[in-house]
Every structure is written in structure tokens, then in C-alpha cells.
């Protein structure tokens, strides 16, 4: 199934060894070709547009405690 998560990774693993290569093979640097297929392969495929984004969670009022109420 086009899109499944192992479609995915495969292919940004793909896209970051090709991006490694472009870039000399250097030693140390396979997180941040990784990040940088990720960003790329993102771009690529948007999410559909019937996909909702997760809500912000909603900031809460603190809870005023009984003790909070006592004078001390």
C-alpha cells in the first residue's frame, strides 16, 4: 500500500544515502541527512487534504484549592 510507514522510511533512507554520497561520504553526519530527506520527502508528499490536524491543546485555568482559600 502506497504511503505505509516502511514505504516511507525506505524511501528517506533511500534519499539520505544520496544525499551522503553528494556530499563526499563524510563520517558523523547520517542525522542530519537523514533530517534533511525527511524535510525533502515531506515536502513531496503533503498529507490529504481530508486529514485534520491534531487541535493545540486548550490552556486550562489553575484550580483554586481549598487551602488556597484559608488564610494562614
Given amino acids: 500500500m ?3 510507514e516502511p ?3 525506505e ?3 533511500q534519499l539520505a544515502y544520496r544525499l551522503w554520497q553528494e556530499a563526499g ?3 558523523g553526519n547520517d542525522v ?3 533530517l534533511k530527506a525527511e524535510a525533502i ?3 513531496d508528499h503533503p498529507e490529504p487534504s481530508g486529514a485534520k490536524p491534531a487541535k ?3 490552556a486550562r485555568k489553575p484550580r483554586k484549592s481549598p487551602a ?3 488564610e494562614l
Fill in 32 to 34: 542530519q541527512h537523514w
Fill in 41 to 43: 520527502w515531506l515536502n
Fill in 11 to 13: 524511501d528517506i533512507r
Fill in 56 to 58: 493545540a491543546a486548550k
Fill in 2 to 4: 502506497p504511503g505505509t
Fill in 68 to 70: 488556597a482559600n484559608r
Fill in 25 to 27: 561520504c563524510p563520517e
Fill in 7 to 9: 514505504d516511507r522510511d
